[in-house]
Each structure stands twice: as structure tokens, then as C-alpha cells.
């Protein structure tokens, strides 16, 4: 775990802010997600598969959140790049986070574990 925390502390205000209440945010979820450091970015997990992770965007220097199966979203905030599978929704470290659209995604993503669609 003190790897975990050492990511959220070596980050700089405000993106460590964005990271710690997206964090929050997502642990408050479901009781079945849990925490990790993979590759070296917080993932988190629902009942073991990865979910979502947070990260920086290399060419923006903006937080993101990332949602794994991105795939399956049309939502126009959500952006896919280069990606075939995850898509990710970039965040503004300097206004308040749109909270409606983080915890409708989250329970749209968690909805395809807990429907099936994705195989636990």
C-alpha cells in the first residue's frame, strides 16, 4: 500500500487533489472495488478484473480518468485516441469535477461486469 500512496504524494497541486477525490470517488462506488498499483498507476478493480485507473495524458499534462472498457461507451466527453479498447475522460485540474458524468460513467462501466457483458 505505501507504494500506492507514494504515487498520490509525489503528485503536484492540483492534479494530486483531482487524483485523491477521483479516488474517492470510485471507492464509493461498490463495496467490490478495490485498489492496486499496476504499471505503475492506481487501477482500481471490481472483484479482481480491471475496471478503471487514473492517469496524466502525456500531451495535455491534464489528469484522466480511464475507463477499460471504454469500448462499449458513445459518450462524446470520452475520448479513445489510439486505443482499441479503453477510453479515457480527460479532467481539468483547475475547476471542479464534473461529478454527474464521473459517476454516470462509473456506474455504466461497473453495470458491464455486474450484467455480464464483461466476464468476471
Known amino acids: 500500500m505505501k507504494q500506492l500512496d507514494d504515487f498520490y504524494e509525489n503528485q503536484e497541486e492540483p492534479i494530486k487533489g483531482t487524483f485523491l477525490a477521483l479516488r474517492d470517488i470510485i471507492l464509493k462506488q461498490d463495496k467490490d472495488i478495490t485498489h492496486v498499483l499496476k504499471y505503475g498507476m492506481p487501477f482500481f478493480c471490481y472483484k479482481g478484473k480491471m475496471f478503471c485507473y487514473l492517469w496524466i495524458h502525456k500531451k495535455f499534462k491534464q489528469p484522466y ?3 477499460v472498457e471504454g469500448k462499449y461507451f458513445d459518450e462524446p ?9 479503453m477510453k479515457i475522460m480527460l479532467l481539468n485540474p ?6 454527474e458524468q464521473i459517476k454516470e460513467v462509473l456506474i455504466k462501466a461497473l453495470n458491464l461486469y455486474k450484467s455480464g457483458i464483461v466476464k468476471l
Not at 77 to 85: I, K, P, V
Not at 94 to 99: A, R, S, T
Open 77 to 85: 466527453f470520452l475520448l479513445q485516441e489510439a486505443r482499441s479498447r
Open 65 to 67: 480518468l480511464a475507463i
Open 94 to 99: 483547475n475547476e471542479d469535477l464534473p461529478l
